[in-house]
């Protein structure tokens, strides 16, 4: 089925805001979830990132080569990329309200849209790009399209040695893993969004002093290890899908996870540069790690809490902008039979708004979720 261009949304050039401008609040971790190295797609929930683990002294690290993932979901699951992040959602909260949920995204999408509102506020140029976006009832969901999902790095090319980084520094908590997944909420300019995105590692909070404190902490991470140690299939039996779960991890919270850049010596990481992606996800924790000639010293751990939220007063204008900016695709869609996809040209004030063809997002089982049928039945039940 051929594809036609049907709209454009152009650049909000204006907000609303008048003094202090929208910001993310009420953030809840809901799910996580690791690729697991298989036959056939398969994720272990909640799962584990790899934990910060950094050798005492500096350490030669090999430059990355082979097989890395660009986009893992689509890479592992072309068919329905998404589809892991809602069976995890319901495995770890099998009674969730998607219903009061606006927008169902990956952060990779909202660091383009925020680019795009401001180009200054790319790393590089702003580049072409494609986010597909469906709408059910009241809630959209924005599913990341990419023209290659994975990159194979030959052994005479050079693409830097983040990848072999993280495995020289950190420690994997999940056999067979190949990513860590994280499933978060919060609310933002008047709308509730679930936002996916990749966490890098995690950091083990300090061992309290209070002995009373400290055994509890011991039979915690005993019954963490165990989790590891023993996984079970979970409880949760969908009924369309070709995507295999197990229940095996520990929940790791937000405050925790940690953010890895790697970069050569003589050039800096400037905290503009990954704060827009450190604000969307929340992250609070960052490592900025510099080599020479492969060599990294152990770097620091920055807590980036504080820079967070200066970037989002610094950045209220911009941010008022994404909100309209939403809301305008949300609308758009709605008018459109509720499936379309955006483009870019990297260079235009506007996104292309083109239709959409092929199959439905989801697996049949997972869009009565967002029946508002449900929602009336509920409440009539509850004023018996």
């Given amino acids: 089925m051929a594809s036609f261009r049907i709209a454009d949304i152009h650049r909000p050039v204006s907000t609303d805001v008048k003094g202090v401008g929208p910001s993310i609040t009420n953030v809840v971790h809901l799910s996580s979830y690791n690729w697991i190295e298989s036959p056939t797609p398969t994720i272990a929930v909640p799962g584990c990132p790899p934990l ?4 005492k002294s500096a350490k030669k690290v090999d430059k990355d080569s082979g097989l890395i993932y660009v986009a893992q979901n689509a890479a592992r699951y072309p068919e329905r990329p998404l589809e892991p992040l809602f069976r995890a959602l319901f495995i770890e909260n099998p009674s969730y309200d998607i219903r009061a949920v606006d927008l169902i995204t990956d952060r990779n999408n909202l660091r383009k849209l925020i680019a795009f509102i401001n180009p200054s506020l790319s790393k590089h140029e702003l580049e072409p790009f494609t986010i597909e976006v469906e709408v059910t009832n009241d809630t959209a969901i924005f599913c990341r399209a990419e023209t290659k999902t994975i990159d194979f790095i030959k052994p005479h090319e050079f693409k830097g040695y983040g990848h072999e980084f993280e495995k020289a520094f950190t420690t994997s908590q999940i056999v067979g893993s ?6 978060i909420s919060y609310d933002f300019g008047g709308l509730k969004l679930i936002v996916r995105y990749e966490t890098d590692a995690y950091i083990e909070p300090p061992r309290p002093q209070n002995p009373v404190q400290s055994e509890n902490g011991d039979l915690l991470n005993m019954m963490n290890n165990l989790s590891l140690a023993q996984p079970a299939k979970s409880s949760y039996i969908p009924t369309e899908t070709w995507l295999e779960t197990k229940k095996q991890g520990k929940q790791i919270p937000i405050h925790s996870t940690l953010e890895i850049k790697t970069r050569v010596l003589h050039k800096s ?4 540069e990954v704060l827009p992606q450190l604000w969307v996800s929340q992250t609070p924790n960052l490592v900025r790690a510099y080599h020479k000639g492969g060599v990294f010293r152990p770097p620091d751990v920055e807590d980036v809490t504080l820079e967070i939220s200066d970037w989002e007063k610094d950045h209220a204008n911009d941010l008022g902008r994404l909100v309209i900016l939403i809301k305008d695709i949300i609308k758009v869609v709605r008018e459109n039979e509720g499936s ?3 483009k870019h040209d990297g260079r235009g004030d506007h996104l292309e708004v083109w239709t959409r063809g092929g199959s439905k997002m989801l697996p ?3 869009y009565p979720k967002f029946d508002q049928r449900e929602k009336s039945i509920q409440v009539i039940d509850s004023d018996l």
Avoid: E, F, N
């Fill in 52 to 55: 910060w683990s950094p050798p």
């Fill in 340 to 342: 379309v996809v955006l």
């Fill in 269 to 272: 990481i400037r905290m503009q």
């Fill in 178 to 183: 190949t990513g860590h997944h994280r499933i």
């Fill in 364 to 366: 049949a089982d997972l």
